[in-house]
Structures are given as structure tokens and as C-alpha cells.
């Protein structure tokens, strides 16, 4: 079992910035493809940005240009960098891992709270 331990979220003001940490200790965090989704009140979730264990990177692109995923695998830890954040990016923000050899290997970490306003 791996646990995600997520941190960062809070509240912005339109046009600020907020850096997420998702934290997944006890694994061999190379061999997972990590990514950050999140969910509004009354809309899906939906997958905001992606870094394989290759690392190759992808985002939504509502996203695109203002967010950034990283990775540190020595410290087993994925970031996401939201940058000119907009109301519209408020939601629960979700740290994904997924075993790059099996997706029956799936976890999720508890979420945190992005709100976005002034």
C-alpha cells in the first residue's frame, strides 16, 4: 500500500500562485507515473497535469502555461507549481500515482483545498 501525503493548498488571491507537495515515502518512486487531478463542487474529476516515470510530461489545457509538474524522485516527491491562478482553478487537488508496470497499482492522496479568490 502506498500513502500520498498531500500539502500546499490554501487560499489565493486571483492571479497568485501556490506550489502543491504530494509526498509517497516508502516506495520506489521512479517506477510511478505521478499526477496532480482535481475536482470542482458538482463537476468530475479531471486530470490537471501528468509526469511519467520516463519523465514526460502532460497537462490540460486549461492549465497549459500556467502550471507546472515537477518531480524529485530522490526525495519521492511530485510537485505542481500553479502559477496565475483564476476562480475557476478552485477545487480539491488530488496527488495520483500509478505503478508504471501495472495500473492495477493505483493510489490516491486525501486532497487538498485549492480556493481561488478575492
Known amino acids: 500500500q502506498v500513502q500520498l501525503v498531500e500539502s500546499g493548498g490554501g487560499l489565493v488571491q486571483p492571479g497568485g500562485s501556490l506550489r502543491l507537495s504530494c509526498a509517497a515515502p516508502g516506495t520506489i518512486f521512479r517506477l510511478y507515473n505521478m499526477a496532480w487531478y482535481r475536482q470542482a463542487p458538482g463537476k468530475q474529476r479531471e486530470l490537471v497535469a501528468a509526469?511519467?516515470?520516463?519523465?514526460?510530461?502532460n497537462y490540460a489545457d486549461s492549465v497549459k502555461g500556467r502550471f507546472t509538474i515537477s518531480r524529485d524522485n530522490a526525495k519521492n516527491t511530485v510537485f505542481l507549481q500553479m502559477n496565475s491562478l483564476k476562480p475557476e482553478d478552485t477545487a480539491v487537488y488530488y496527488c495520483?500515482?500509478?505503478?508504471?508496470?501495472?495500473?492495477?497499482?493505483?493510489?490516491w492522496g486525501q486532497g487538498t483545498q485549492v480556493t481561488v479568490s478575492s
Open positions: 495520483n500515482a500509478e505503478h508504471s508496470w501495472s495500473s492495477a497499482y493505483v493510489y
Open positions: 509526469s511519467s516515470s520516463g519523465g514526460s510530461t
